[in-house]
């Protein structure tokens, strides 16, 4: 950015009023000032996305980005059955280009934040000679159960997803809603016992809800509800690999007792969304059934890798 533009966006910041009644203090001050309620619990997470890993800028578009990244954190405050109340967001701009890149990045990240009545209060914008990167910090409330680990599966718990999986690379990755609503409505009508979101893989992600819980787990091969996008993937990949380990698909992913499991499948409460039986909470092993016979899954997924 140029000498005044980072006080120009600032400014600029300032003018779009995301603050709601529980942000006294947005940005413009060292720190923003949140009146949190009287709750004993903060639901915190963070993610950091990266241009060339999590997105390529030139084809989906710095609005896009911006909605992905918000609602990668906001997915992230669904899979506690939580709350999202405030967001900081902090930018590395690339100097080439950066200032109309930020403006257009936070059109994507209000639209994002205002579909759930999140506040955008504060962050760090800076610039350098590298690509793109943003990271948001995203604050919530646990909801009236409060909040769902992963820690708690049990075994005889029929393991239940929502949405479709598999195929993300072709669209969803950027444009899918995270599901905050849905999870509000599951946990008002049953006790989830262990909930995450599908973000690195479905069967990645199962082996983290087994680690935490001390659990294992079997899933169906034949009920895992498979995308239209997973379907029409032409690779070496069958439809099914790409349900287990494509990962980006923001879904739900938990576990609960079995009758009130039945109920919620009999009765499908979400609107538009549809939630699936694929599994079943183990004392030990995590395995896929296929046509009778049960094969070791594998943890499939995306994993970041450093030395």
């Not at 209000?110 to 962050?123: M, N, P, Y």
């Not at 604050?139 to 195929?167: C, E, F, H, M, Y």
């Not at 499908?268 to 079943?280: A, M, N, T």
Request: hydrophobic fraction near 40%; charge should be negative.
């Amino acid at each position: 950015m140029g000498d005044r533009a980072e006080l120009e966006f600032i400014s600029w910041l300032r003018t779009l009023n995301t603050a709601k009644d529980w942000a006294s203090v947005g940005p413009g001050d060292d720190t923003a000032v949140f009146n949190w309620p009287n709750d004993k619990q903060c639901l915190a997470t963070t993610d950091m996305l990266l241009e060339g890993s999590c997105f390529i800028l030139a084809e989906a578009g710095a609005e896009r980005v911006g909605r992905k990244a918000m609602n990668v954190n906001l997915s992230d405050i669904a899979a506690m059955a939580g709350v999202p109340r405030a967001a900081l967001v902090s930018l590395a701009l690339p100097r080439n280009g950066g200032k109309q890149l930020a403006y257009q990045l936070y059109s994507g990240l209000k639209q994002a934040a205002d579909c759930f009545d999140t506040s955008i209060i504060g962050g760090d914008t800076n610039s350098w000679d590298g690509p793109l990167a943003i990271n948001i910090t995203l604050l919530g409330q646990p909801g009236p159960k409060g909040p769902v680990l992963r820690s708690n599966a049990k075994p005889g718990d029929l393991i239940l997803v929502t949405g479709d999986l598999g195929g993300s690379i072709l669209g969803k990755h950027l444009d899918f809603t995270p599901r905050v609503r849905e999870s509000s409505i599951i946990s008002q009508l049953a006790d989830i016992n262990s909930m995450i979101d599908i973000s690195d893989g479905l069967a990645l992600d199962l082996h983290r809800i087994c680690a935490e819980s001390k659990c294992g787990a079997t899933l169906y091969a034949d009920k895992i509800p498979i995308s239209e996008a997973a379907l029409g993937m032409n690779d070496q990949k069958s439809p099914l690999q790409h349900a287990l380990g494509d990962g980006e698909d923001f879904e739900l992913l938990f576990s609960l007792p079995p009758l009130e499991a039945k109920k919620l499948l009999q009765d499908q409460p979400l609107k538009g969304v549809r939630i699936s039986h694929i599994g079943e909470i183990t004392k030990e092993g995590i395995f896929l059934e296929e046509k009778g016979r049960k094969f070791p899954l594998e943890a499939l997924g995306y994993i970041h890798k450093f030395e």
